[in-house]
């Protein structure tokens, strides 16, 4: 014969109405606790809670509803006493986002405003280097241009080479090898570039 005694069903239904009293108690002491980390301005963690409230931290994993409510305080910011109302966590969010934006537009501005203090250095640089134009390269071009184009070497030219200039602008492909041909300064041709 079994062990069992008539009683068991009498005995299994109180042990299991004695069970469900114990657990709705500890539900109780944690959603007591639960409330007074959230107001008083605690830190909310599971572990805290579940110390608080005198359980163990498997009684909250085994009550789903209860961690829910748990991880839904530990996302709000803490409510501290006597600092004000509560920010919320998507306010934060939303603030945070906006500050990533506006750092990220001010690190183009600052990379815009270091291209131009570049380029502004090294103009600077370039012309105190002596390599750089003169500052009235535009009052050269100018009279430069305005004048006809000159040819190099025209002043000291002596009347052979002047009359043998003559006939090769006549006829550039006549004549001997050994009579240069006009060559046209580099500020003339720019003017005649410029003049097309």
């Known amino acids: ?63 789903r509803d209860l961690l829910e409510q748990i991880h ?28 990533q934006q506006r750092a990220a537009r001010m690190a183009a501005r600052v990379q815009q405003l270091e291209k131009r203090l570049s380029e502004a250095l090294g103009e600077q640089a370039w012309r105190a280097s002596g390599l750089g134009a003169p500052d009235d390269v535009d009052a050269l071009k100018q009279r430069t241009c305005t004048g006809s184009p000159r040819r190099s070497g025209t002043a000291s030219m002596s009347t052979s080479q002047s009359s043998a200039r003559t006939s090769l602008a006549a006829n550039p492909w006549s004549g001997s090898s050994r009579v ?16 097309v």
């Open 180 to 195: 240069r041909r006009p060559r046209w300064s580099t500020a003339a041709l720019r003017c005649e570039v410029a003049r």
């Open 1 to 63: 014969m079994s062990g069992a005694s008539p009683a068991t069903p009498a005995r299994t239904a109180a042990a299991a109405a004695g069970r469900q009293a114990d657990s709705a108690r500890r539900r109780q002491r944690v959603i007591k606790a639960l409330n007074h980390a959230a107001n008083s301005g605690e830190e909310i963690t599971v572990t805290g809670i579940a110390r608080a409230a005198g359980v163990d931290r498997t009684f909250l994993y085994r009550h």
């Open 72 to 99: 839904a305080a530990e996302a709000q910011p803490r409510n501290a006493a006597g600092v004000g109302p509560a920010v919320s966590r998507a306010s934060l969010q939303a603030d945070l986002l906006n500050a």
